[in-house]
């Protein structure tokens, strides 16, 4: 069993739809979630940022952590075309390697 | 955040030769500097972490003497992939740590031909 879950997708969906994105995990020691974005052939670029259980919102962006059921969602509001990439969720626990474990990634296409 | 660059963006090389790619911390200096790879549709792997002044981190299962990494200055690490083979060909990120958050190159693309 992997310790970051994520569906590969492909995901599409209209413009302005709400998409749902998530990964679960297994590692309870994780307390730090992240979730990049990555174009075709670039580097992940950091979107959200999280600590511990919680709801994190920046613009349409709204990252959630459920350390509980060991689950993390991101929402991304009113999608655009500009939003298709692919979507990695990453997760470390509080050590001092600082090391990132990334799931394989969701492929989203939002359609115009 | 913080800015990072990464050089070549995509190099050619043939079997059995090295290839030296450059990771550079444009705008803060990073005293440690991640590099992973990642294999078409999936996901990435660290390889190895580049503290500056000191010998790399890697992760097992990278060989250390194939990949080896210098982390000089706190603005720049090297990843020179020795002998390489078809079967190193890859897309190589590095990262920075600052503030707790990792930050991305845009990657370096090896086809070992």
């Known amino acids: 069993q992997k310790e970051v879950e994520q569906d590969p997708g492909p995901l599409s969906v209209p413009e302005g739809a709400i998409v749902s994105l998530n990964c679960t995990y297994s590692?309870?020691?994780?307390?730090?979630f992240m979730w990049y974005r990555q174009y075709s052939r670039k580097g992940p670029e950091l979107l959200m940022y999280?600590?511990?259980?919680g709801n994190k919102e920046d613009g349409r962006f709204t990252a959630q952590v459920d350390k509980s059921s060991k689950y993390i969602s991101l929402f991304i509001r009113d999608s655009q075309p500009s939003d298709s990439a692919t979507y990695l969720c990453?997760?470390?626990?509080?050590?001092?390697?600082?090391?990132?474990?990334f799931g394989t990634g969701t492929l989203l296409a939002v359609q115009p | 955040g913080a800015v990072v660059s990464q050089h070549p963006s995509w190099v050619i090389c043939k079997s059995g030769t090295s290839v030296k790619i450059e990771c550079r911390s444009l705008?803060?200096?990073?005293?440690?500097m991640f590099w992973y790879r990642q294999f078409p549709k999936q996901s990435l792997m660290l390889m190895a972490t580049?503290?500056?002044?000191?010998?790399?981190?890697?992760e097992q299962g990278v060989e250390k003497d194939k990949f080896l990494i210098n982390h000089a200055s706190l603005t720049l690490s090297t990843l020179t992939v020795t002998s390489a083979h078809p079967e190193d060909s890859s897309f190589y990120i590095c990262?920075?740590?600052?503030?707790?958050?990792?930050?991305f190159g845009p990657g370096t693309r090896l086809t070992v031909t």
């Open positions: 990262s920075v740590m600052r503030a707790y958050e990792q930050y």
């Open positions: 590692n309870s020691a994780f307390q730090y």
């Open positions: 999280t600590y511990s259980s």
């Open positions: 990453a997760m470390r626990d509080g050590g001092a390697t600082n090391k990132l474990i």
């Open positions: 705008d803060f200096q990073a005293t440690t």
């Open positions: 580049s503290n500056e002044g000191s010998k790399a981190t890697y």
